[in-house]
């Protein structure tokens, strides 16, 4: 990546995909990279597209989305960002990466709406009957839909996974205003983008939002609706009871899972032929999603 002294900036935090530099007391620089992580490890290869294909869809979304949904970002545009990083036209790796955003104070808790039971919502209620500790019908299968989308915050770990919780405990730990604030807004934009994606062919089975406080407005902050944040299956593919295919880094996953690796650093090598089809994925997620070819996209190769 670009040698951060060349453009003045200072890092603030790395983590196991985005990094993040001050600008300015107001704006923040995100940079999504092709970082690869799996049980919070990251892996030592790359996956090339990765970092541009989740600040594409970001982009594509918050545009989408409008004046529904106010955000924290001021643009990808490599022109723009240049305005208030001098020097950024320079640092290419970082084009179609990066994203201007504006400083906001971050909503403490995860906040996933769930469309489909899958994943830890699965398994919740396989063992106790519940999804975030909230009761729903008996007699579901992995991928049957719910009766509406259920807001199913988290508490975010500082380590290791987040813990599920319901909307009443997060309404004691967090204020019933700003958890009914933020449950309002992540309904009604889950609900639009499931429209956008069943229009393509495409289920929304669930995605994690990241919001925040700028200037007292909430808004959409970090990733929207990307592979890395969200579960999409191909609507033909999805069998009730059946684990479906998604775009996201599902083939990596099943490669893994196969690996006798003990979840700790470091982690096994990935094979030239996952990383590729790994990376196809993530492009194909991007250009079914917006119409668009990835080489369209800010940061392509010349």
């Avoid at 719910?146 to 004691?172: C, Q, W, Y």
């Avoid at 009730?240 to 690796?261: H, I, M, N, Y």
Wanted: charged share 20%; aromatic share 8%; hydrophobic share 40%.
């Amino acid at each position: 990546m670009a040698l951060v002294s060349d453009l003045g900036l200072t890092p603030l935090y790395s983590g196991k995909v985005r990094d993040l530099y001050e600008v300015d007391d107001r704006h923040l620089l995100m940079v999504a990279t092709d970082r690869l992580s799996a049980f919070d490890v990251v892996m030592a290869e790359t996956i090339p597209e990765k970092g541009r294909v989740l600040t594409g869809l970001t982009n594509y979304w918050i545009n989408e989305f409008g004046d529904a949904a106010p955000s924290a970002l001021v643009s990808c545009d490599p022109q723009v960002i240049e305005s208030s990083v001098p020097g950024f036209l320079q640092q290419t790796q970082w084009h179609g990466r990066a994203m201007l955003v504006r400083r906001a104070e971050m909503f403490p808790l995860e906040c996933i709406v769930r469309g489909r039971l899958a994943g830890s919502a699965h398994d919740e209620y396989v063992a106790r009957g519940t999804v975030h500790e909230m009761i729903v019908p008996p007699g579901l299968q992995l991928t049957d839909a719910f009766a509406e989308p259920m807001f199913t915050p988290s508490i975010k770990a500082a380590s290791g996974h987040d813990v599920n919780i319901s909307v009443e405990r997060a309404s004691l730990l967090e204020g019933a205003e700003r958890v009914h604030h933020a449950l309002t807004l992540c309904v009604d934009l889950f609900t639009r983008a499931a429209a956008v994606l069943a229009a393509n062919g495409l289920i929304l089975a669930d995605t994690k939002f990241e919001v925040g406080f700028v200037d007292g407005e909430l808004v959409l902050c970090d990733e929207v609706i990307t592979p890395d944040s969200s579960r999409i299956w191909p609507a033909d593919a999805v069998r009730s009871g059946e684990v479906p295919p998604s775009f996201d880094k599902q083939p990596f996953r099943d490669w893994l899972t196969a690996q006798s690796w003990d979840r700790t650093p470091p982690p096994p090598s990935i094979p030239d032929d996952v990383v590729a089809i790994t990376s196809a994925r993530y492009i194909e997620s991007y250009e079914r999603v917006t119409g668009h070819p990835i080489g369209d996209w800010y940061g392509a190769a010349a």
